[in-house]
């Protein structure tokens, strides 16, 4: 019963290829988002999407993009890998679009993405 | 953008004591302040959070205190145990409310 789950657990790519990270949410929640944290445990906001809006963190390559079929789920795509790239990646979820007007941002348990 | 800036990085205190962390953030319009926990390989987890009509918070061995003029909150955990070590990262809401921007995080070790 998990609550926000991402496949895969572990990806290790080669440098240019293309990639895709799973996530899903239980919740209901309305709007999803994708972070990325270094290799020094900084958490950066990526993407912020609802059925409405789509914000991205202007600091994102488009070689980054979040797809999403259907409300529970937001996969993000990773063209042209680079070796900079490695990182864990955590998607979340929450009510609101807005953060803190009545929910709580829920985390995945990430994706360790490793490109050599 | 808002800037979130946490100390200490590493703190270390032994089983029983009292830890505290401490955030600083920039944008007067922040007004909701969480604080996430991270364990190895786990994502991160939310301990407690505040919103700036309120001045503390607590929730068993857990407080947050948030000193608007000051723009800066403090997470108090006593009675700390071994399973309270792991990474710990105070939390602000950007301006357009979006998201979120995260401290650096703190590693905190409870020893026995």
């Known amino acids: 019963d998990t609550a926000v789950s991402q496949t895969p657990k572990y990806l290790v790519t080669q440098m240019g290829n293309d990639k895709s990270i799973k996530c899903e949410q239980n919740?209901?929640?309305?709007?999803m988002y994708w972070y990325k944290q270094d290799s020094k445990k900084f958490l950066k906001i990526m993407f912020s999407?609802?059925?409405?809006?789509?914000?991205i963190n202007e600091t994102v390559p488009n070689r980054f993009s979040p797809k999403s079929p259907d409300k529970a789920h937001l996969n993000l795509h990773i063209n042209s890998l680079e070796l900079g790239d490695s990182a864990v990646y955590f998607c979340?979820?929450?009510?609101?679009?807005?953060?803190?007007?009545?929910?709580?941002?829920?985390f995945g348990p990430g994706t360790r993405l490793l490109v050599l | 953008g808002e800037n979130v800036e946490q100390h200490p990085s590493t703190l270390s205190v032994q089983e029983g004591d009292s830890a505290v962390i401490k955030c600083t953030y920039s944008?007067?319009?922040?007004?909701?302040f969480p604080w996430y926990k991270q364990e190895l390989g786990k994502g991160p987890q939310l301990i407690i959070d505040?919103?700036?009509?309120?001045g503390e918070k607590k929730d068993q061995r857990i407080a947050v205190t948030l000193n608007k003029t000051a723009k800066h909150f403090s997470l108090h955990i006593t009675e700390t145990q071994p399973e309270d070590s792991a990474v710990y990262f105070c939390?602000?809401?950007?301006?357009?409310?979006?998201?979120?921007?995260f401290g650096k995080g703190t590693s905190l070790l409870v020893t026995p």
């Open positions: 979340a979820s929450s009510q609101d679009f807005f953060v803190g007007q009545g929910g709580t941002q829920y």
């Open positions: 919740l209901g929640h309305d709007t």
């Open positions: 999407y609802n059925n409405k809006e789509l914000i």
């Open positions: 944008d007067s319009a922040s007004n909701y």
């Open positions: 505040i919103r700036s009509n309120v």
């Open positions: 939390a602000a809401k950007v301006r357009s409310g979006y998201a979120l921007n």
